[in-house]
């Protein structure tokens, strides 16, 4: 499944009158054939094969521009079901909106930092920058695989990546954020959060199959890629408007508005925010959140790993500080 495919049919193979293998369809209501050319069966199977290929993994167009070579790398990755299509989808369309109608052998290093310059100017931070030219270089690579292009043009990113953020709530700013949930849904995705140090899409992505009620237990499924998902325990006020919610749910998901599953919450979660008064928080922040607390109250590091779907490595290095035990017998070693 490589390149954009045309409509997918059902080949099979039929003897006309006067003996010859044809490969007939069913094409726009009518039925189409067209002539193997032969009359042995193992030789007409052969060629229906490089038929049916030749029709679904149509030639690359000749001299493609990069806005084709998105819409097609786009395109393949929605056939895998790629995570966060709309990420993807905005990626492809700012790159395209500015360097669409270039050809490959166009770009150079001074073409990508005048692409980077430009949506600074318009306002987008380095993050943002790197995101799309990295779902540009990702295209030209698939199409150099897909051998739409000979070879795909290297180029050095012309942002630094940004220091990770370390913003977190403390429990003050985490019950502000509750009382300005207006929205049950909003709130219901703020305490399963917090409670549980789960990812945005596995909230919203959760069912009530997988969570068990008498047990406190909310299972959040398999994950995406190495972003791992876990089983946890939950309990007090969030196990509470969990069974709440189950008590007048009207769809199998867990977080539902208007009798619809509520899909993605970082509009509403903003606005939340924003009555709250608090600046730089994000959905992910309260991911962040869970981790710092469970260290700050001195949890070991690799049951928070667990209780998190992630590695003691990664807690160490970026959570370690908030221990109450933090380099402690390093600085006993040098006290004066």
């Known amino acids: 499944m490589a390149r954009p495919r045309l409509d997918k049919f059902e080949y099979r193979l039929a003897p006309n009158r006067e003996g010859y293998w044809e490969v007939r369809w069913t094409e726009g209501g009518r039925t189409r054939s067209v002539s193997t050319r032969t009359r042995d069966r193992p030789s007409a199977t052969e060629w229906l094969e490089r038929f049916e290929a030749g029709r679904e993994n149509p030639a690359p167009p000749d001299a493609p521009t990069i806005s084709a070579i998105l819409d097609a790398y786009r395109a393949d990755r929605e056939k895998e079901g790629v995570r966060s299509d709309h990420t993807l989808k905005n990626s492809c369309n700012q790159v395209a909106t500015i360097l669409g109608r270039l050809l490959p052998e166009h770009l150079s290093q001074e073409t990508i930092r005048r692409y980077a310059n430009e949506r600074k100017l318009a306002g987008r931070q380095a993050g943002t920058v790197l995101r799309e030219l990295g779902t540009l270089r990702a295209a030209l690579h698939w199409a150099k695989r897909e051998k739409w292009i000979t ?6 990113m012309p942002v630094k990546q940004p220091a990770p953020r370390d913003r977190w709530l403390t429990r003050e700013e985490a019950a502000a954020l509750l009382d300005a949930c207006t929205t049950p849904h909003v709130r219901l995705f703020v305490l399963l959060a917090l409670s549980t140090g789960a990812r945005k899409e596995a909230i919203a992505e959760l069912t009530w ?4 009620l008498a047990r406190g237990i909310v299972d959040f499924g398999m994950g995406h890629g190495n972003k791992r998902r876990t089983v946890v325990p939950v309990s007090g006020k969030a196990l509470d408007e969990i069974r709440a919610a189950f008590a007048v749910r009207t769809t199998a998901c867990v977080l539902e508005w208007g009798g619809r599953p509520a899909g993605d919450v970082k509009i509403a979660f903003g606005k939340a925010c ?11 922040v309260l991911r962040h959140t869970a981790a710092t607390w469970m260290v700050i109250a001195g ?6 790993a667990r209780f998190l779907g992630t590695t003691k490595e990664m807690i160490e290095r970026v959570y370690g500080k908030h221990s109450p035990n933090y380099l402690m017998k390093a600085a006993v070693a040098l006290r004066l």
């Open 151 to 156: 070879a795909a043009p290297d180029f050095r």
């Open 299 to 304: 949890i070991e590091l690799e049951e928070v």
């Open 274 to 284: 924003r009555r709250a008064g608090l600046e730089g928080v994000t959905p992910h």
């Open 209 to 212: 199959d997988r969570v068990d």
